[in-house]
């Protein structure tokens, strides 16, 4: 059961659980590696406990558990548990919930994390209904094992959760986390133990028929819109597919950017649906976001307002996003873009 703080008086800190120990589900990325907010997963996980294990599963599993293993000390992992099977390599909730229900059952773990990507919230509801258990999504800050902090009303207000819960199913906002600075300096660690657990899917009756890769541009090889540093992002002024495409990926490529857009630019199908930024799209804190052709509605600041430095580029200057914006490029995109393209290849001769 939940309760919000401003109902409920925090429980006094002897009736807390003395044991606390961390579960965090690591995703992978197509080409078996580990997903870069894993990293900002786990310093969430060390804000909670000392005592950290991580899961891996899919046909891959001990290879990436392989590649922790190379990290060095500094994850703060005592035991990785891995599940090799094929079955499990699309992290479909029917097969996955039994077995994360199982490992959790075992009593071992009082929280278990997972990002609050497409993955977690696919996941994370089946699971809590299989444990009768609340999930709490999208924590954006830990104050101590039982007490989070999540957003509520599009990012409008900030709700304080505290659970009495005995097993704490967590999705968490990677962007909130700091990552761990991993010192893969080639300094000998401690071999991380890793275990594998049985594989048990309920039984489940879901048949995976075929997976299809939709073309996104996230697959070029840019860094993943959730962890990358610099984000530019695009809106319906972009006028259709093509011209989103030739302004916005030279300029992405120039500063090492993800590429986002927002829902009308989504809607129009000028970018695809996992490019969208904002309420009901992925919610990002870059160090630097250009918002191009975006009026900023509040529904897309709810995704990216957390960004250290906004830029905007928009021929209104009434536009709402220069508001929320650091520095304002008041002109047409179709001029400034390709400007702005050109000196930044220049600079980097
Ligand atoms: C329940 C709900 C959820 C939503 N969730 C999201 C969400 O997750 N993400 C999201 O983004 N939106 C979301 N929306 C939609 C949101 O309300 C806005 O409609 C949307 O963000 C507007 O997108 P836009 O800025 O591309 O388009 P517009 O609002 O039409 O703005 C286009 C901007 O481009 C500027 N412009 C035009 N031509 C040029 C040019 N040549 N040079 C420079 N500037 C130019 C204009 O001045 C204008 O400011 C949601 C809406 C609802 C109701």
């Known amino acids: ?50 005592s950290n294990t991580a899961l891996i599963l899919g046909s891959n599993a001990s290879k990436v558990a392989e590649q922790f293993n190379n990290l060095g000390s500094s994850l703060g992992l005592e035991k990785i548990l891995i599940l090799e099977n094929a079955k499990l390599d699309h992290s479909l909730p029917e097969y996955v919930a039994p077995i994360l229900k199982n490992v959790l059952e075992t009593g071992k773990f009082t929280h278990f994390i997972m990002q609050n990507s497409n993955v977690g919230k696919n996941i994370l509801p089946r699971l809590g209904a299989l444990m009768n258990c609340q999930p709490i999504s999208d924590v954006v800050d830990i104050q101590d094992p039982k007490t989070f902090k999540r957003p509520m009303y599009a990012g409008n207000i900030l709700a304080t959760v505290v659970s009495e819960q005995k097993i704490n199913l967590l999705s968490v906002r990677s962007s909130s986390f700091k990552s761990i600075d991993v010192n893969n300096d080639g300094t000998p660690s401690e071999k991380i133990t890793i275990e594998t657990i049985p594989y048990n899917d309920g039984d489940s009756k879901a048949v995976t028929i075929e997976w299809e890769f939709a073309d996104l541009m996230d697959n070029t090889g840019r860094p993943d819109l959730v962890s990358a540093k610099n984000v530019i992002s695009g809106g319906i002024a972009l006028k259709d597919k093509t011209t989103f495409d030739e302004l916005l990926e030279p300029l992405a490529d120039a500063l090492n950017a993800g590429i986002g857009g927002t829902r009308a630019a989504v809607d129009s199908g000028l970018c695809d649906n996992s490019l969208q930024i904002g309420q009901t799209g992925k919610i990002i804190a870059p160090d630097l976001y250009i918002a191009i052709g975006i009026s900023g509605a509040i529904q897309h600041l709810a995704g990216m307002k957390n960004a250290k430095t906004v830029v905007a580029i928009n021929k209104d200057a009434d536009a709402p996003i220069f508001k929320a914006s650091d520095y304002g490029l008041k002109g047409d995109l179709f001029e400034i873009v390709p400007q702005l393209t050109a000196k930044l290849r220049e600079m980097k001769k």
Not at 8 to 14: D, G, L, S, T
Not at 27 to 42: Q, R, Y
């Open 1 to 50: 059961m939940l309760f919000c703080r401003s109902y409920v008086a925090r429980v006094p800190r002897i009736f807390r659980a003395r044991f606390v120990s961390t579960l965090t589900f690591i995703e992978t990325t197509a080409d078996g590696k580990i997903s870069p907010s894993t990293f900002n997963n786990l310093a969430a996980a060390k804000r909670i406990s000392n």
